[in-house]
């Protein structure tokens, strides 16, 4: 029977340590899993220097001068890599009411003519000049939760009766990080959007390991239930939100649901820091859907609201045969300027083909 819930589940992942305690947390985990698609973890050994370097350099780096982050745009970077502007990205069709800074696991690129489009998406970051600092509190951040989400994924194995290891086969070289900040809305102004992000659900990565870099009191991150009910995520201190992408759903046979979620702007400046756990740009979506379909088949599925139902996803409903181009796909519609000048010879085909 199908079940709605109201609040998003916290697990303590330091019960993954002692034997005696670790079957609970698998299966508060599996519920997680299977019936929220939300959940905060805590205890998850991130040192607190980092997660507190990384909180802090936010204002200073929002605060730079605008020709700084015009030097780093994201329209300078066939990666889809740097700063963007308030109004810059759109979700379902709507302005987004935040600027960020978009990162990567450092790469080089290797794309050449005769690879796949979507080989271009790896590639190096655009670091702002004269800020040393940032680069390293970025890359250690990068670095502890790319292991952070390595280790997750072998706990999310075994609550759903799988081996150690076996989701990192679908892992990419590269994860992405993106600093958000979305500014508070005029309070005397009510015909500014509140859409800070719109509804969706998260298309850019495996799994989505999510700081709240504001204080508890500031409010904006919102999940739908299964009842069509949007559920508050308020900020729970030394904790990160996580959350299914929209690879995981097609890979678990929609056992385990991308859950739809928002950002409403409101009264005060808040910042976010999700990450967004690389999903392999070759793989195939028979190769996504048949891996672990004999294990995922018999399992029940509980049905999500019709609102999130409705989400587009690109992957699996889509006409595109690999994660890489979908992916693709979903930047070239998010940051129009970028692929107009990036990627001409499918700009028109990937904002029309929904037509």
């Known amino acids: 029977m199908t079940t709605s819930f109201s609040k998003i589940p916290i697990i303590d992942l330091s019960q993954a340590d002692d034997e005696s305690t670790r079957p609970d947390l698998l299966s508060s985990l599996r519920y997680a899993l299977t ?9 998850h050994a ?3 220097t980092i997660v507190d370097g990384l909180v802090n350099a936010l204002p200073t780096l929002f605060e730079l001068e605008d020709e700084i982050k015009e030097s780093v745009a994201l329209e300078n970077s066939p990666h889809f890599l740097g700063y963007s502007g308030v109004g810059n990205e759109k979700t379902g069709g709507k302005e987004d009411r935040r600027e960020q800074f978009e990162f990567a696991t450092e790469l080089t690129a290797t794309w050449r003519p005769g690879l796949p489009l979507s080989e271009r998406l790896r590639g190096p970051n655009q670091w702002p ?6 680069r390293s509190t970025v890359e250690a951040y ?5 292991s952070l989400g390595e280790r997750f994924l072998d706990l999310v194995a075994q609550a759903l009766a799988l081996p150690p290891g076996t989701f990192q086969s679908f892992l990419s070289d590269q994860h992405r990080l993106k600093l958000v900040h979305y500014p508070a809305l005029p309070i005397s102004d009510p015909t500014i959007s509140q859409q800070g992000v719109g509804p969706h659900k998260d298309s850019s990565g495996w799994w989505t390991f999510l700081l709240q870099a504001s204080p508890p009191e500031v409010k904006g991150l919102q999940v739908l239930n299964k009842a069509g009910g949007w559920v508050d995520v308020p900020v729970v201190p030394g904790t990160f939100v996580v959350n299914i992408g929209q690879a995981f759903e097609v890979v678990t046979n929609g056992v385990c649901k991308a859950t739809t979620h928002r950002v409403l702007s ?21 190769e996504a859907i048949g891996t672990l379909k004999a294990h995922f088949g018999s399992l029940n599925i509980s049905r999500e609201s019709d609102e999130g139902h409705a989400i587009d996803s690109a992957f699996l409903k889509g006409q595109y045969d690999t994660w890489g181009e979908s992916q693709l796909r979903t930047k070239v519609r998010s940051h129009r300027e970028n692929g107009k000048k990036f990627y001409p010879e499918v700009y028109d085909q990937y904002i029309n083909d929904d037509a």
């Open 266 to 286: 409101g009264p005060h400046e808040r910042y976010s820091v999700p990450f967004f756990q690389g999903v392999r740009r070759d793989l195939t979506k028979a």
């Open 142 to 146: 990068i670095r502890e939760l790319t």
């Open 46 to 48: 991130v040192p607190t």
């Open 35 to 43: 019936e929220v698609g939300f959940l905060y973890v805590s205890n």
């Open 129 to 134: 000049k004269g800020h040393v600092e940032l």
